[in-house]
């Protein structure tokens, strides 16, 4: 770690919790690709039609403890 990082370190070592996970957030959050705004959109879309087709019963789910079960029964 050069003397600018650990600087920075120093510093952010003193902020209150809160801050601190803000921080660990952005900066985490610096690692991705930007986001294609088309691509988020495909997804909200087919997110939504999920939605819409489980309530009106055109589709159906298992619990999170059926899924589980069968993973683990592998």
């Known amino acids: 770690m050069n003397a600018s990082a650990a600087r920075i370190l120093s510093d952010a070592l003193v ?4 801050e601190r996970a803000k921080l660990i957030d952005a900066l985490l959050r610096s690692f991705d690709p930007p986001e294609d705004s088309r691509v988020a959109d495909a ?7 999920r939605i819409d087709a489980h309530e009106a019963g055109r589709l159906s789910a298992d619990s ?3 899924v ?5 029964a592998r």
């Open 15 to 18: 902020l209150a919790p809160i």
């Open 43 to 49: 997804w909200k879309a087919e997110a939504e039609s």
């Open 64 to 66: 999170a403890e059926a």
């Open 68 to 72: 589980f079960a069968r993973i683990n």
